[in-house]
């Protein structure tokens, strides 16, 4: 659903930030004070993806809502808005639990673009926690094994590497999304990983291959690992 809650006072950035959010897929929750923002987090039993709040707010303050946030939610994203002259702003929003800040004024590209990164990693270790609590991700004819590393086709066992496995892993818990490459390797390597992305990039096509050789019946012409140009890759049963 990509959840989020805006908390921002000033009505005008308020409004511009809903507009962009909702323009970029997402279902926005929004509020003009701290405290309206708890009580409406308590009463959804903190069911969002991300939070944006404005540090000055009243009722209660971006900062303290950070930190009871975080208290309660170890997985949601937190981004705080901060003035430009405002340094310690940054510092003790980090120290709080917000995962990132934005300083105002921002431009729309710049805050959208701090979201949907944000988002990628909340949904990357949201997904790895669910899957903690699966021994298999099954779809069709596959059967991937989380505990013992293993896929399975029908009943034949299909080798894989370490690389292998984990975007099968992606692609069977995200089955018919577009997955693009950034994602991928996002959910492979991790958001700090020092490889260059054009080598990342040539890694991923190399497995995406090889996957291909190994899974599907006629591996020039793909029935799972489909290839969306210009996207990414999607797997269908």
Same mark, same amino acid.
């Given at each position: 659903?990509?959840?989020?809650? =805006?908390?921002? *006072? ?22 003009? *004070? ?22 000055? %707010?009243?009722?209660? @303050?971006? %900062?303290?809502?950070?930190k009871n946030i975080r208290k309660r939610s170890k997985t949601m ?23 990132? +800040? =934005? !300083?105002? /004024? ?15 990693? !909340? ?13 298999? !991700?099954?779809?069709? *004819? ?10 399975? &086709?029908?009943?034949? !066992? ?11 892993? +992606? ?26 992305? %054009?080598? &990342? @990039?040539?890694?991923i096509d190399v497995n995406i291959r090889r996957l291909r050789m190994?899974?599907?019946?006629? /591996?020039?012409?793909?029935?799972h690992i489909m290839t969306i140009w210009g996207s990414g890759y999607?797997?269908?049963?």
């Amino acid at each position: 659903m990509k959840k989020i809650i =805006v908390a921002e *006072d000033e009505l005008a950035i308020r409004e511009f930030i809903v507009i962009n959010l909702e323009r970029a897929g997402y279902n926005v929750t929004e509020c003009d *004070d701290g405290l309206v923002a708890w009580n409406i987090l308590e009463k959804n039993d903190f069911d969002f993806e991300i939070a944006v709040l404005d540090v000055m %707010m009243p009722g209660m @303050n971006g %900062m303290e809502l950070c930190k009871n946030i975080r208290k309660r939610s170890k997985t949601m994203g937190i981004i705080i808005l901060t003035a430009k002259s405002r340094e310690m702003d940054k510092i003790s929003g980090l120290m709080h639990g917000a995962d990132d +800040y =934005v !300083v105002k /004024p921002f431009s729309p590209s710049e805050l959208i673009a701090r979201i949907d990164a944000l988002y990628r990693r !909340v949904a990357i270790n949201s997904q790895r926690e669910e899957n903690k609590l699966r021994e298999t !991700v099954e779809s069709g *004819d596959f059967s991937l094994n989380l505990v013992r590393r293993s896929l399975k &086709k029908k009943d034949k !066992v299909i080798g894989l590497s370490k690389i292998e496995f984990q975007i099968m892993e +992606y692609f069977l818990s995200n089955p018919n999304q577009i997955l693009s490459r950034k994602d991928i390797l996002n959910h492979v390597w991790g958001q700090n990983d020092n490889k260059k992305e %054009m080598e &990342k @990039n040539k890694i991923i096509d190399v497995n995406i291959r090889r996957l291909r050789m190994k899974i599907e019946d006629n /591996p020039s012409h793909p029935e799972h690992i489909m290839t969306i140009w210009g996207s990414g890759y999607k797997w269908e049963n």
